[in-house]
Nanobody, 123 residues
Framework: VQLQASGGGLVQAGDSLRLSCATS??????YGWFRQAPGKEREFVAG????????SHADPVKGRFTISRDIAKNTVYLQMNSLKLEDTAVYYC???????????????????WGQGTQVTVSS
């Protein structure tokens, strides 16, 4: 399983950005986006079940970010709207093959990680 994240960049507060995570190899059951700001721990942003499409989003991004997937393209997206300064971080996509007691916001449940893409929001 390989994950390739892309789409990051430098934007102004209030702008939008869409991140992509291209997946290859076998398809796993759940995918997620996490982020890590300088000096902070990696935190959950959003997760999606690959087959059913059910999603979850962290409270700080609810109503602004949307996770989705394109099964035909084997790609997971993170649409980010109304970006804020505090959204600045390296964003990572992750995949989990865990079926039992899976929690989308639990970092340890993900066994595969992409390389990260930098998102910088300026004022």
């Amino acid at each position: 399983v390989q994950l390739q994240a892309s789409g990051g960049g430098l934007v102004q507060a209030g702008d939008s950005l869409r991140l992509s995570c291209a997946t290859s190899g076998r398809t796993l059951s759940n995918y997620g986006w996490f982020r890590q700001a300088p000096g902070k721990e990696r935190e959950f942003v959003a997760g999606i079940n690959w087959s059913g499409g059910s999603t979850s989003h962290a409270d700080p991004v609810k109503g602004r970010f949307t996770i989705s997937r394109d099964i035909a393209k084997n790609t997971v997206y993170l649409q980010m709207n109304s970006l804020k300064l505090e959204d600045t971080a390296v964003y990572y996509c992750a995949a989990s093959g865990r079926a039992l007691y899976f929690r989308p916001d639990r970092l340890a449940d993900y066994g595969y990680w992409g390389q990260g893409t930098q998102v910088t929001v300026s004022s």
